[in-house]
């Protein structure tokens, strides 16, 4: 089972989404287990004071160590350690950290314990960063008012890769991103809707030229809407082939 321990000021943000779809999903198959806990409960003042002014001056308030320091030692030793599995991964939700990509959510479903720390864009004592954390995160170029909408991007996108979460019927396998290219185009029934038919190819039934024209058609998706990560695909003969016609064709347009 893997376990997430998420930390945070706000823990009721967290109700709506984990009552409901992938996480309600993992839960009740305990397939992972999912804790918020609030930072201001590791206080021990009669105000719960979790913040403080910074030193030397400058706008907005601090997260104080101590909260967070006690937090996590009071989670850390709950799950232990599984053969083989990277046992812990104590992370800092900021904008300053790692850029979070589908790389990073296969190298975290592989561990069997996340601590995720919300921070605040104020600010985090130093200090957490520093002698607590082993990874800092951001979800992207941009700054939330707290960690706390990162924290829940991370944990679905890990969530959903744990094996198991999504039943056999769909893998994640295919998902836009897993092949470092986007996903093909899909679609269901009815075959014909409002006169736009579905490609002839998808009802053919042969499986072969089914899984060519999907590889195909990722290809040309990629390159129409996000063209770099086309060097870092990993593209077969044929495929490179596909690809310099599809720019061909591209530019004649
Ligand atoms: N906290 C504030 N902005 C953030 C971001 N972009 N990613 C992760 N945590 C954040």
């Given amino acids: 089972m893997v376990q997430i321990d998420i930390l945070t ?11 409901s779809g992938i996480f309600k999903r993992a839960t009740d198959r305990k397939l992972v287990g999912i804790s918020i806990h609030n930072i201001r409960d590791y206080t021990h003042d009669k105000h719960h004071i979790v913040d403080d002014y910074a030193y030397g001056g400058g706008a907005g308030m601090v997260l104080k160590p101590e909260p967070i320091f006690e937090a996590v030692e009071a989670i850390k030793p709950d799950v232990p350690a599984e053969d083989g599995i990277e046992a812990l991964r104590i992370i800092l939700l900021t904008p300053q950290g790692r850029l979070f990509c589908q790389q990073v959510a296969l190298e975290l479903s592989a561990c069997n314990h996340l601590i995720l720390i919300c921070g605040h864009y104020e600010g985090v004592d130093e200090r957490v960063r520093e002698y607590l954390v082993s990874d800092e995160i951001s979800i992207g ?6 960690g ?3 924290a829940m991007v991370v944990a679905d996108a890990v969530v959903r890769l744990v094996p198991g979460v999504l039943g056999s019927e769909a893998s994640p396998i295919d998902d836009s991103h897993a092949t470092g290219l986007l996903e093909y185009p899909q ?6 809707y409002r006169g736009w038919a ?8 042969n499986h072969a030229q089914i899984a060519k024209w999907h590889r195909e058609q990722s290809i040309i998706r990629t390159l129409e809407r996000r063209p770099e990560l086309l060097d870092k695909a990993n593209l077969s003969v044929e495929e490179r082939q596909l690809l310099s016609q599809a720019k061909s064709s591209l530019e004649g347009r």
Avoid at 141 to 146: E, F, I, K, N, R
């Fill in 9 to 19: 000021l706000f823990p009721q943000m967290f109700q709506g989404p984990l009552s």
């Fill in 141 to 146: 170029d941009y700054v939330l008012s707290g």
């Fill in 148 to 150: 706390e909408f990162a």
């Fill in 187 to 192: 679609y269901t029934r009815p075959s014909v």
């Fill in 198 to 205: 579905v490609p002839e190819i998808l009802l053919s039934g």
